[in-house]
Each structure stands twice: as structure tokens, then as C-alpha cells.
């Protein structure tokens, strides 16, 4: 069997960890957007390139936060439910394996038996394998397409159902995302570029996970 390769669950105390540090960001953003303000800033500002250092660093504290959240409670389960599919999967095939290996000693033993019949018995006999050959390998057969059928059936439909998790998930971080800046920030910050933004750090964690 192959070995998973899922991501690691994240530990209590680094889960807390990042919990504390995004908070820290956050408060830490919105108490230097209200009282802190750098000359490069200034400068910025001059040229007419509006840069809030302090709202930035908390919207980073923000997903932070979230990522964890989505972590604990949608990613984790999420990579449960595919290890339990995987392993009924790895269940069914092993027992395909056992049922050919069953029928292939089966064929032994009846060969065996063949070589020690009689000769004058010997045409009725090769006629009887001939036809018991044919049904087995029928059955084989039809035993080996349906278990391809149902594997690949399987795998498409767990690759569908993460496609779609990870889609809803996708839309609902942004969403939360944008709803929680906006109670933070107390500003509209629901555009095409911050959408963006979210989609582009959501696709960077997903590619480290």
C-alpha cells in the first residue's frame, strides 16, 4: 500500500503559538495605525501612494488567526475523512488480491488432481477444464473491471468532494477575511485587489500543506 503523505496536524502549543502571535500583530497593527506613523510613510504619502503600515501588519495578524481557525476545525477533519476513504479503499482491494489468490490455488489444486487421472478419462476430463478455464477467466475478469471501475470511481469522487471543500473553503476564508477587516478596520475593504490578495496568501498555505 502506498504511503499517505497528508499534512501534519499542527500541535496545541504551536496552534496557540500562531494564535497569540497573529493577535499580537493585530493589536499591535492597529495601535501603530492610530498612533504611529514613519517618515517613509510620510514620503509615500507625499507622492500620493496611500500605505497604512500599522493596517497592513493587522490584516497579516487577522490571517494568522483565521488560518488557524480554518485549520483546527475544516482542514484537519477534512484530511480524516480522506484517510478513512483511503483505507476502505486499501480494505477493498486487499480483499480482491485475497479472492484471486484463492482462485489461483484453487486452479493449482484442480491441475494437480488432473495429472493423476487416468488417460481413457483424459479427453472428458480436458473438455470439463477447458470449460471451467473459460468461466474462471470470465469471472476474473469481470471480477478485475469491476474493481478498477469502483477504484476509479472512488478516486474521482474523492477527488471531486476535496475539489468542492476546498473551493467552499476558498470562498468562505475570503469572505471572513474581508468581514473581519472591516470590523477591525472599520473601513470597506471588500475590492478586487484585497480579494486577490486573500486568494494568492490562500493558494501559498495550500501549496505548504
Do not use: W
Request: proline content about 1%; glycine content about 4%; charged content about 30%.
Amino acid at each position: 500500500m502506498s504511503e499517505k503523505s497528508y499534512p501534519k496536524k499542527s500541535s496545541a502549543p504551536m496552534t496557540i503559538g500562531m494564535i497569540i502571535v497573529g493577535a499580537a500583530l493585530m493589536y499591535g497593527g492597529m495601535y501603530m495605525s492610530s498612533n504611529v506613523t514613519l517618515g517613509f510613510q510620510e514620503s509615500l504619502n507625499e507622492q500620493g501612494i496611500l500605505l497604512d503600515l500599522g493596517k497592513t501588519i493587522a490584516v497579516i495578524g487577522v490571517f494568522l488567526i483565521l488560518f488557524k481557525v480554518l485549520d483546527l476545525f475544516f482542514f484537519n477533519p477534512l484530511h480524516v475523512a480522506i484517510d478513512t476513504r483511503t483505507d476502505d479503499l486499501e480494505r477493498t482491494f486487499g480483499e480482491a488480491e485475497s479472492l484471486r489468490a484463492e482462485m489461483t490455488q484453487m486452479k493449482s489444486e484442480y491441475e494437480k488432481r488432473l495429472a493423476d487421472t487416468e488417460a481413457d478419462a483424459r479427453a472428458q476430463i480436458q473438455a470439463q477444464i477447458k470449460e471451467a478455464q473459460d468461466l474462471k477467466k470470465s469471472l476474473m475478469a469481470d471480477a478485475q473491471r469491476q474493481a478498477d471501475d469502483y477504484k476509479q470511481t472512488a478516486i474521482a469522487e474523492i477527488d471531486a468532494e476535496k475539489k468542492k471543500v476546498m473551493t467552499e473553503l476558498r470562498v468562505e476564508v475570503t469572505k471572513l477575511s474581508l468581514q473581519a477587516t472591516e470590523k477591525i478596520l472599520g473601513a470597506n475593504v471588500d475590492s478586487d485587489r484585497n480579494r486577490k490578495l486573500i486568494d494568492e496568501f490562500l493558494t501559498s498555505v495550500e501549496a505548504k500543506n
